[in-house]
């Protein structure tokens, strides 16, 4: 059975850091992308990061980049974020997602499997 458990969210102040945690079960990691995605209150939902598992490709949306760091721990099926020099308008529900295949897309229709969500607040 395909799972993703994600963690690590929390309140945090403006500048502030959290590491996301992704951990994965039930199928083989290294033919998968994730992805993670993030949703804010009234907003529509968008990808943030992604790592192709296969070929340890990555990629991050504008918004975040020079700030957000993806990485994966291959011995434990988990695929982690790095996030530093947080800003309020980061704050949304973080999920992990997985797509069979190499390549990191944006859609979230594309991904088949997903965790349950982790709240990320960005407030003083």
């Known amino acids: 059975q395909v799972q993703l458990v994600g963690s690590g969210g929390g309140l945090v102040q403006p500048g502030g850091s959290l590491r996301l945690s992704c951990a994965t079960s039930g199928f083989t990691l290294k033919h998968y992308v994730i992805n993670w995605f993030r949703q804010a209150p009234g907003k529509e939902r968008e990808g943030v990061s992604c790592i192709s598992m296969s070929d340890g490709s990555l990629d991050y949306a504008d918004s975040v980049k020079g700030r957000f760091t993806i990485s994966r721990d291959n011995a434990k099926d988990t695929v982690y974020l790095q996030m530093n020099s947080l800003k309020p308008e980061d704050t949304g529900v973080y999920y992990c997602?997985?797509?069979?295949?190499?390549?990191?897309?944006?859609?979230?229709?594309?991904?088949?499997?997903w965790g349950q969500g982790t709240q990320v607040t960005v407030s003083s």
């Open positions: 997602a997985a797509r069979l295949g190499r390549l990191c897309v944006y859609g979230d229709r594309e991904y088949g499997y």
